[in-house]
DNA sequence: TTGTACGCGTTATCAC
DNA sequence: GTGATAACGCGTACAA
């Protein structure tokens, strides 16, 4: 098979008797052309197979159609739903999406984000949490003219700069519901240490037991890491401990399955011997027994958002979406305490 | 701040007093190249913080340095995993990573991977399951010159093009494992119609019952769609069929935590009452209760190697990957039939 | 070992 | 409306 794409504009000036500038014309649909040449030059186009070279177009706009998802996030389902939030919201356009990850801890993290960037170029790329809270990194994409967005639990830069979701009052909410239907002894399975979503979803947490007038006891907070094996311990911890919370709030759905685990090792039956709440509404959620009650966290729409930002013009600020706030979504793994 | 990658090397070559052609060989790394000259062009180069232009070098050297995958995956474990794989097999070098969703159903996919080859023309494309077995998205990308690599459960290219999972040789271990432990009936969750990796799962169960002379019932298969509704779906089936298998295969981990969630509806407890068996090894499978049985599925290590196809040069074929094999890996949702 | 001149395929300027 | 001509920034023959 013939190869596509061999043919350049200037074949096409040469066959179609025109210039170079009135093909790139066509190609870009300008208005100041006679519809006759148009039509002449498309037939043209057609015949020979061209399209246009997209390198030598970034090279002469300055700019290639690329943007890029930067993180440090081994969680599957949400990188996926950032990538498919991202998709979103370039469809229908020319950008295409990249993705680069990097490590956290490595102390090359900076020169790890200052080759990727100065090796591709990407026109814009959104930072998501965890490394979205690094402002040097930020200011890094700054630095090589990198449009950038920061995706996290709290404004950390100017509104064109960041996407955020509100984890704190959802968290409050949750919380507020487990007290609602009784329970008292409600402990926190926090998330890692140093980040924001954390932070936030903690004091969501204390917020909610303190406008209740319920006391936080030391042994009700069990760190942990996101992970699901974290949840496992804290979850064991929690249940072991000398006093046992009736509920638990669990900062993220993957710790919530393993405190379910950890439940079912100590032969504890959930929601009867323990509630739990859990955070972000992953689809894994609806599929462990019993259904997570849990507060969704719109990452797609937040991704979406943040592509949209990112492609939008200086002047075209992209209508806002409204719809970023997180919700409780209320399914069987809490009910009232048990008697006593 | 200034504004990096803004000095061409023109400037560089000014500043050096030398000529374009020796910052090009510095940059380059040619050995033809007094250590004298280097140094000095080398501290200009850092002096005024110059970077290449990665876009004019593509353009110059006709070829970009980007890999694509491209999918109509929705499996975010498969996906993610995926990405790892390829990323491992560019690591260290200059090529990025983009990802392009298209739509399987969608009478436009050829027109959807056409737009996405002539926007972004990547150097190589990796085509992932259920795609991959689509002859003309192959030559689709072959007629734009761009280098692709086929993820399947069948060679249905030529080797260069291709990166094979044997899937029906772990399933027959896996079916057979249930046969050694008791089980004779044992049923079948299929994988959807058309694709090759459930039509090979199911060859390697048939073969498995055959060989231990067991007969393979109609209400032994029930049609699934990889997805945990399906899983559920089939497992209640099966379980409310006139007979009850003792065990069973699913064809993926997803749809297997939809029969133990199905099992649980209906009373059941696994492995007691119904052993399961999955496919996939994704991190789900160890993080439900029990911990699930299944095969593992070599993903990470294919796509490295379906990476390292493309990037290497024509003569130089990558080491074969010897690892590719998957296996059966025992935890806890199988045991022997209950007595009767 | 280094430099000159030109090509890569497109868009932008500015005159016609 | 249209067309020469010059960027855009880098790589490569070929010459020196």
Not at 52 to 72: E, M, S, T, Y
Not at 269 to 293: C, Q
């Amino acid at each position: 098979m013939t190869q596509r794409g061999n043919s350049t504009i200037n074949d096409v000036a040469r066959l179609a008797k025109v210039s170079k500038k009135t093909v790139s014309r066509v190609i870009n649909k300008s208005s100041l052309l006679s519809e006759k040449t148009r039509q002449h030059v498309e037939k043209v186009i057609e015949e020979i197979g061209y399209v246009p070279n997209p390198q030598a177009r970034a090279l002469a706009l300055r700019r290639n159609f690329v943007i890029a998802v930067i993180h440090d996030n081994p969680n599957a389902q949400f990188l996926v739903s950032v990538q498919k939030g991202i998709l979103e919201g370039i469809k229908g356009t020319e950008f295409g999406l990249m993705v680069q990850p990097v490590d956290r801890n490595s102390p090359t993290i900076e020169k790890e984000i200052k080759d990727f960037l100065e090796r591709q170029r990407p026109y814009g790329v959104v930072l998501l949490p965890p490394i979205s809270d690094n402002d040097a990194l930020a200011e890094l994409c700054a630095s090589y003219g990198t449009r950038y967005v920061r995706m996290a639990s709290v404004e950390l830069d100017t509104p064109e700069h960041m996407v955020t979701s509100n984890d704190r009052a959802p968290v409050h909410e949750a919380v507020s519901y487990l007290i609602e239907v009784g329970h008292k002894k409600i402990a926190l399975v926090e998330g890692p240490k140093g980040f924001i979503s954390a932070a936030e979803r903690r004091a969501g947490y204390e917020q909610a037991m303190a406008d209740a007038g319920l006391e936080v006891e030391p042994w009700m907070i069990e760190p942990g890491s996101y992970t699901f094996e974290s949840g496992v311990t804290a979850g064991l911890a929690l249940l072991d401990g000398k006093t046992r919370p009736t509920a638990v709030f669990v900062s993220n759905d993957e710790m919530a399955i393993g405190v379910m685990i950890a439940a079912r090792r100590r032969g504890i039956e959930i929601p009867r011997g323990l509630s739990i709440v859990g955070f972000d509404d992953t689809p894994l959620s609806s599929h462990v027994w019993p259904a997570l009650t849990t507060v969704h966290w719109p990452i797609v729409d937040m991704a979406r958002s943040a592509a949209l930002k990112l492609i939008s013009g200086p002047g075209e600020i992209p209508i806002e979406e409204t719809s970023l706030s997180s919700s409780l979504i209320k399914r069987d793994s809490v009910v009232g305490p048990p008697e006593n």
